[in-house]
């Protein structure tokens, strides 16, 4: 089949060249006076600056500054979503390093999409009491079903990145994962990346300029030199269905930018906005050019109509490296994968509530939290500390999705975002939250012995006796019961309590700050707890006593002495609620099935809580929110 190269070269009378739009994304709505300031000090200076909020404060500043024409708020979703990677991760226009075949990948969620747009619009004529007339995605990609969305509420300009030449591959090379795609040498021809910000895209010149350029350019000035170059496509907008887009390039400190018709400055798109943020004062201070805001320059241009699929195919995102910051490692990766199941989960519950988004809203206002762009990219970050905490509120807050649904979270809100999507559902926790309090269904891996003791009668299964199946906590007037259930009892000891042979531990994080308390076990344990699970207490039962302690500085100090009494299958402890103060369901659990040894040591049979190497364990959170 015949390679296409698109190029859209739109002319534009009335509108000087050496105008300039300047873009602005803050990483946080809130604090933005500084640059304010610039903006108040000179009259020459026009932005627009994509909100989601305005405080007070910042709303007495902007608002004079929106009457000289000097600022334009543009819309913004809220949280920040990257909206193509999460609800288009199979088109061949969003890709990363490492992108996995399209079967490992969520499905289209354009209903998702709809719904974020929507509500955006309706929270700015609400709360910040403006109707944009423009409409800002990070970082830029777009996507045909923006257009028929962003016309229904009114939008009048879209935000892009810059324009590229592309090929259409044909039919032979277009499955996922060619040598085209990875930029290499193949059978078509040479693929070489577009100069500029893109990845993962494939461009070639397989045709001359006079053989397409009948039915493919707007204007021909200078085309042939610029295909020759495989530059981006400078000064250039489009239209589709009245709506205009216009391509932004990102800031860069190495180049003239200048030159840059459309220049944007995302503070979004970097782990540390701080740069970015001052890149756009120092700029601002220094500007020489005459600018104008998103809409004017809208406005004023005179552009071609153009095909939605094919203006989305040329534009690429403003950011270096693609989706690669948000997508390429593999708990990033499990992250798209656990919300798309949790989007699934709240279509049904939507159906459940016979469509009613007003009764269903707490549940999608909460997942919603958890598209957030920042903490995506958190989640592939260097430092281990950020990856570790940004997963751990990722997992709670879709765990609460699924709590405020009145469903039970999926294995990986107990483990970890790198296991979602594995298909081993049965290897994992459950959770359950019961109006007393939960019950917490473990793994059904199974126990593991040093040495199977000696005195246990032959009839006795040891990979039962010493496998916990459900650990479950209740809360009532007086007193906190714990509730630990064995795949099989035994008391051929004939104890009073109802057991023999096993022993347990239970510990117990009160506040989850790292160091707050113990990551050391009991003594005689082979095992540490997490450091960001470090225990305030800890249970020690046995068939003959239940021990409870508190960490100290000095070492696990003893509270009191209580009984443990089998109870319907369950081994169970009663605690006095005035003797373990707090909100059960927000604590972390780490629980050991133990087989005594010599010398006071324990071996380690079987765990409630996430492993993550032979010698240390984390804790299980049934809910980090109430």
Known sequence: MKK??????????GIASADQTILWIPYHSAVISEVLKIAENNENIKLTIALDQISPAIEKRIKPLEERGQIEVALRIPHDPIIPLLYYPNSKQVSWENKPPKAALPDDAPYFMGLRIGTAMDNARKNLKRRPQGLVLQPGTLMKDYFPLAKGIGIKWIASGSFYYYEEESEENSEEGTNAEAGTDNEAGTATPAAGNNAGQSYTQTESVTETQGNIYENQENAEEAMQEEEPIEATIAEVSGIKVLPFAAYNENQENEAEEFLVFDETAEEDPGPIRKALKDYLSKLSVKTVTASEAAENAVAAETDAEELAKAAQPWTAGGYDRWAEKRNQMGALVAMSQTRNELMKYLNSKAGNMKEAAPAFNAYYEAENSRKLMNLGSTDKSTAKDTE?????????????????APHWALSSLSDAGTGRNTAYMRIAMKQTGFEIKNDQTKPVFETIPANLPETVDPYKLWKLKTFKVEVNKNNLIFRFTPEAINNSGSHLSGFSHIALDLYI????????????????????????DSWEYAMEISPSAVYLYRSTSMGPKQLGKYRARVQGGAITVTIPSTVLRGTPRKWGYVAFMLVPQDSGRFAIADTLGTRKSSKNIYAVRPSMTD
Do not use: C, Q, W
């Open 392 to 408: 751990i509120a990722l997992r709670a807050s879709l765990s609460n999705v699924y709590s405020i649904m009145g469903k039970t």
């Open 4 to 13: 296409l190269i698109f190029f859209i070269l739109l002319a534009m009378p």
């Open 509 to 532: 994080d009160m506040n989850h700050r790292v160091n707050a308390g113990s990551a050391a076990a009991l003594p005689g344990r082979p095992m540490k707890i997490g450091a960001e």
